[in-house]
């Protein structure tokens, strides 16, 4: 069974400059999440996917970060304008469904915003 | 509000000795909780979780871990470890409402031969 894929693996930007990160996750989970992982610290969610609605996003800074799930498949996570403060691992995970069941994380998108 | 707590940053035990992982949680209602690995440039592997049932949890590479509801703790355990156990754990707990996971501030594990 394939894992969840995200790409790129590593992104240098600016700041004030956009991003934009990809994930795929494992086929036929129905629940998604985007986490921020910043140096040191353990992964906070930034947005919960259920299919391709919203279930939380209470975490997202909306004015600079926005996200979509088209079609319940794959996911975009966006930044614009980056600032230097996104410096960290942006980590995809999927899972069967939000209730019991443990999410299944991809290898990660380490910013660096200079 | 629920929170996890890792009281150690970093775990130091030989080659061969038993180890174990700290944890404690506040949760409202029943807990759902998890430990993750992380290695060096990985995203999280899943270990095991508690929902329910038995108090003792069997996971991957022969990790275990003990729920204890009357001390509200999840420790992470194994009874002999090894020079590649050494990473980063996570535990981490299910927010009831929401169903995120609410992670810890992680344990770094260092194995030493």
């Known amino acids: 069974e394939a894992g969840v894929a995200q790409s790129p693996r590593y992104k240098i930007i600016e700041k004030r400059q956009s991003v934009a990160f990809w994930c795929n996750p494992i086929?036929?989970?129905?629940?998604l999440y985007w986490y921020q992982q910043i140096l040191g610290q353990g992964p906070k969610l930034l947005i919960q996917?259920?299919?391709?609605?919203?279930?939380?996003d209470s975490q997202l800074p909306k004015d600079r970060f926005s996200a979509e799930r088209l079609k319940g498949v794959d996911s975009t996570l966006k930044i614009q304008p980056a600032k230097l403060e996104d410096s960290a691992v942006y980590l995809c995970?999927?899972?069967?469904?939000?209730?019991?069941?443990?999410?299944?994380f991809g290898p990660g998108t380490r910013l660096t915003v200079t | 509000a629920q929170s996890v707590a890792q009281p150690e940053d970093q775990v130091n035990v030989a080659e061969g000795n038993p180890l174990t992982v700290k944890c404690t949680y506040s949760?409202?209602?029943?807990?759902?909780l998890f430990w993750y690995v992380q290695y060096p440039n990985r995203g999280l592997q899943f270990l095991l979780k508690?929902?329910?049932?038995?108090?003792l949890v069997k996971g991957s590479y022969g990790f275990e871990a003990e729920f204890n509801k009357s001390q509200t703790s999840f420790h992470l355990k194994k009874p002999s470890a090894l020079v590649s156990d050494s990473a980063l754990y996570f535990c981490a707990v299910r927010d009831g409402n929401t169903g995120k996971l609410i992670f810890g501030q992680g344990t770094t594990l260092q194995v030493k031969p």
């Open positions: 996917f259920q299919n391709n609605g919203v279930v939380d």
């Open positions: 508690y929902i329910t049932g038995d108090n």
């Open positions: 949760v409202s209602g029943n807990p759902y």
């Open positions: 086929s036929g989970h129905a629940t």
């Open positions: 995970a999927s899972s069967l469904d939000s209730e019991y069941y443990e999410q299944y």
